[in-house]
Each structure stands twice: as structure tokens, then as C-alpha cells.
């Protein structure tokens, strides 16, 4: 007997101990070796938290009182018809009949766990002997692949000890909870207007010419703020609270190749817009847009549509930009802002100079500045979730395998940022219009004489003033703007790392 005793213990993947053993918490195939009950009583109290299981009504009663301290019966004494009736009622809304199996009859793992409803086939004939434990043991093991399996890729709520404080924060678990992790990152994939016959991709020339006018928006707004604007300006926008004085200016990046990089969140964000918007039989994150976003991104879709038909006119040659280098690092002092955009700024090159002044944008790009605008300027007056942007954002925090954490999610939200501080810049260059429309060359106010036969002449809001309106209005901490979330967020996330 002690020789079988040794020679079982030294079977590969055998359990040790009964603490050891795993019940399954999902719903799995049914394990041909054990016997299938079909009259499983399941809790629905909390169905989100408790998914107990019990054959008798008794003991369902008792784990109502127990445990949620529940109970179908009113005052002692014997029910009247209608008590009975009612107590009936509420005995079928507080349990669901399910199959259900257990592993062991008593002790650890004894427990009941839910099943799908067997096959008309029947199960398989059980064999003798040791042959049935190896085909049990090989069953479970499938069946708890395909749990943790789908434990991986499907987004669950955690437990309360298992939820840090980084996903508290940014609260994604409870906004993407159900949603499928594949299913999220290929909605920010890059798309492709003439797919590859040898590869299984689907056209996609509508989101491709978003994509496209997304990429030289932001080369085209880093542009601006390198010919078109000057310090003044720059520094109204790299302000991160209403009443601040900063001394280091906006700043580009340095090479092409990186402003390509770090507009890719607005790209991908762009994108899951674009695929949730259409029919679609997925079940994807709920969002919804305000009035003006709504009309902004139907012009968006309706420019992207006119450049895939070839409507679309002209755009300029492309413009080379510099950038000064971006370096990361981890900030604890309580000025995290400032010492971001100071860790940012370089002196620029002369390569600068050397990179020709755009001329407009094109229509589809107009449109794209008008949504992004749109998404940023929203008030948030309920919760962060009421705004689409920090929706978008959140499906950029997923990875494959969990979430992007504190030390990975941060430099993300410093490209989204700074690429929509580029954007503002280049909206209040669209509405100030050119420069011989504002006349700020001629403006000689302060040495005009009182002559009330020269009345002086109105002058129009400039560049200056329209980014000193945007900023204070959804750009800095204080305005409850998608921009504060982000913000906040990344100082949270660069002081926890």
C-alpha cells in the first residue's frame, strides 16, 4: 500500500494538497466522468459577486440569510395563500436553475460550479479503472485552460483586493468591464485602404483617409507653431492652470519621425471612434457624443468619404519639421507639469529654419481640427465617462495581458497632450485669420491723441487671445475639461511610479 501511495504522489500535475484545488467560476462544457445534476439552484441576489450553487431549496435559504442576509418569508406564523404566493415569487427571482457538477462529495472542492446543458448525445461511456482518472484529470485541465484562458483576453471585475490603486484611479475596469481585449486593441489598429490578397485584411479607405489627416494635422499644427506663432504664444500654451507663469515656451519635437510616433494615440483614438460609429454586432464600450461632436464628426466622415472618392483637393508638399528631443523620466516634486514640459524643451536646431512655412489645410484636415477640438473643449459636468475622449482613452491603457500601468501609461498621455496644445495653436491661427486681418502691426493705441474726430478702430481678437480663451477655457486644471483628467492622471501615475 505505501508503494502505491509513493508511486501515485509521483504522477506529473497531481494536486498535493486540498487547498490546492480549483473550483471553475465560469461556465464550462460538462466533465464526461462526473455526473451532470440539472437541478442546480444558483444565487441571483448579487449575481455580479455571488454565483453559489446548491440542489436544495433549504440550503439556498439558508446561504440567502447567511451571506446577504435575505430572507422570502415575512413574520413567523403559518402564510395566507398570498404570503405563500409571494414567498414563492421571491424564491424564483432569488435562484436560477442551472446543471451543474462537483469534483468531490464532501471537504475542499466539493462545491457545486456551473455547466452548459449536456449534448442529446449523451456523454461518453466512462472507461475502468485508472484510465477514467487520467481521461477526469485530462478533462479538468481542458476545462480550466479554457477558463483562465478566457479569464485573460475577457475583461472581469476583480475582487476588491485585487483591483491596485493605479486601476482605481483611472476606473477602466468598471467602464470595460465584459468587453473582449482583443476585440478593443483591434479597434485602434492602424487601418489599410488597399489590403494585401495574401493576408486576411479587410479595406478600410474611409478610417485610412482619417488616419492619414489625423498624421498631417499634427505635422502641420507643429509647423505653425514653429513659423506662425512666436513666445507669447507658446507659452500661453504649455500653461497647465489658469493663473501661471511659465518660463519655458511650447516646444516642438525634433524630427519627423517622432511627431509621426506621438500623434499615433490621437490616430488610434480616431479610429475607435470610427469603428464603434458603424454597425457593428460586437458588443463595444458605451459612449455618447454632445450635439457638437455629433456634427463634427459626421463633416469628418463626410470629408474623409469625398478624399476617398477623389474630391478631396490638393494638399500642399509635405512640410519637414523639427522637434527638440523628448526625455523621459520620473518626476516626485509637486511641480510634475513643469518639470515635464522643461524636460521636453531643448534649444531648437537650425534645421528649424530650414523647414518651409505650410500654407492651409486641406479640407478633410479642417474637419479632423474641428472634431478634436470638439472632443476637447466638452465640459465634464456628471462624470469623466460622459466624455468620449476619456472613453478613447481608456482603450488605449489595454494591452494583450492586462493594463498599461503607471510606469507605461503616462508618456501616452503626454504625446495626447502635447499634440493638443499643437492643435490649439493651429485653431486660433484659423479663426484669427491671416496676419493682415488682426492689423497688430499697426496698433499704436497707447499713442494716440483723444481727438474724438478719429474714433479708434475696433480691433479683432488675435492668435494670442484665441489660445488665452482656449487654454482657460478646456485646456488647464480648473475647467473640468477632458484635458484636467489627463493632467491629473499623469501626475498621479509619474508620483506612484
Not at 507659452?235 to 499615433?264: C, G, N
Request: net charge negative.
Amino acid at each position: 500500500a505505501l508503494f502505491k501511495f509513493v508511486e501515485i504522489g509521483s504522477w506529473a500535475g497531481l494536486i498535493q494538497y486540498g487547498g490546492e484545488l480549483e473550483v471553475p467560476r465560469q461556465i464550462i462544457r460538462p466533465i464526461h466522468q462526473l455526473p451532470v445534476y440539472p437541478d442546480g439552484l444558483r444565487c441571483q441576489i448579487d449575481p455580479s459577486h455571488c454565483r453559489q450553487i446548491y440542489r436544495s431549496a433549504n440550503v439556498m435559504r439558508n446561504h440567502w440569510y447567511k451571506a446577504h442576509g435575505w430572507s422570502v418569508a415575512g413574520k413567523g406564523g403559518r402564510p395566507s395563500r398570498l404570503e405563500a404566493r409571494r414567498i414563492q415569487d421571491r424564491t424564483s427571482k432569488g435562484s436560477q436553475t442551472v446543471h451543474c457538477q462537483r469534483l468531490l462529495v464532501q471537504g475542499q472542492g466539493s462545491q457545486y460550479f456551473e455547466v452548459h446543458q449536456p449534448s442529446n448525445d449523451g456523454p461518453d461511456v466512462v472507461p475502468d479503472g485508472a484510465a477514467a482518472w487520467a481521461r477526469v484529470g485530462e478533462q479538468i485541465a481542458k476545462a480550466w485552460a479554457n477558463v483562465e484562458s478566457r479569464a485573460q483576453t475577457t475583461i472581469q471585475e476583480g475582487e476588491r483586493d485585487e483591483v491596485n490603486p493605479w486601476l482605481e484611479r483611472t476606473q477602466w475596469l468598471p467602464y470595460l468591464v465584459g468587453m473582449e481585449r482583443a476585440e478593443l486593441l483591434a479597434s485602434i489598429e492602424e487601418p489599410v485602404a488597399e489590403p494585401d490578397p495574401r493576408q486576411e485584411q479587410q479595406a478600410e479607405p474611409v478610417e485610412a483617409a482619417m488616419w492619414a489627416a489625423m498624421d498631417g494635422l499634427a505635422r502641420f499644427s507643429q509647423a505653425s507653431v514653429i513659423h506662425r506663432v512666436g513666445v507669447f504664444v507658446r507659452l500661453e500654451a504649455i500653461r497647465t492652470e489658469k493663473h501661471q507663469t511659465r518660463f519655458q515656451p511650447l516646444q516642438p519635437y525634433m524630427d519627423e519621425k517622432s511627431i509621426v510616433e506621438h500623434s499615433r494615440p490621437w490616430k488610434q483614438m480616431l479610429m475607435f471612434f470610427a469603428r464603434t460609429q458603424r454597425e457593428h454586432a460586437l458588443m463595444d464600450p458605451t459612449y455618447h457624443f454632445t450635439r457638437r461632436q455629433r456634427e463634427a464628426w459626421e463633416a469628418l466622415v463626410e470629408e474623409a468619404e469625398k478624399s476617398v472618392g477623389g474630391e478631396e483637393e490638393g494638399e500642399g508638399e509635405e512640410e519637414e519639421e523639427m522637434e527638440v528631443e523628448e526625455v523621459e523620466d520620473e518626476v516626485m516634486a509637486d511641480d510634475v507639469d513643469e518639470a515635464i514640459d522643461e524636460m521636453e524643451t531643448d534649444e531648437p536646431s537650425a534645421a528649424a529654419n530650414a523647414i518651409r512655412e505650410p500654407e492651409r489645410l486641406s479640407s478633410i484636415q479642417v474637419a479632423c481640427l474641428e472634431f478634436c477640438i470638439a472632443l476637447l473643449s466638452q465640459s465634464i459636468t456628471r462624470k469623466e465617462y460622459d466624455s468620449p475622449l476619456v472613453c478613447a482613452l481608456a482603450v488605449l491603457g489595454v494591452k494583450e495581458d492586462g493594463w498599461k500601468g503607471p510606469e507605461q501609461y503616462p508618456p501616452v498621455l503626454s504625446a495626447v497632450i502635447k499634440i493638443a496644445r499643437f492643435m490649439v495653436v493651429q485653431q486660433a491661427l484659423e479663426l484669427s485669420g491671416p496676419l493682415g486681418d488682426e492689423d497688430p502691426v499697426d496698433d499704436d493705441s497707447a499713442y494716440e491723441s483723444d481727438d474724438s474726430s478719429h474714433p479708434r478702430r475696433r480691433q479683432r481678437k488675435g492668435c494670442l487671445q484665441f489660445v488665452q480663451e482656449m487654454m482657460d477655457r478646456f485646456m488647464v486644471r480648473g475647467s473640468h475639461s477632458p484635458m484636467q483628467w489627463m493632467l491629473d492622471l499623469r501626475t498621479y501615475g509619474l508620483k506612484i511610479h
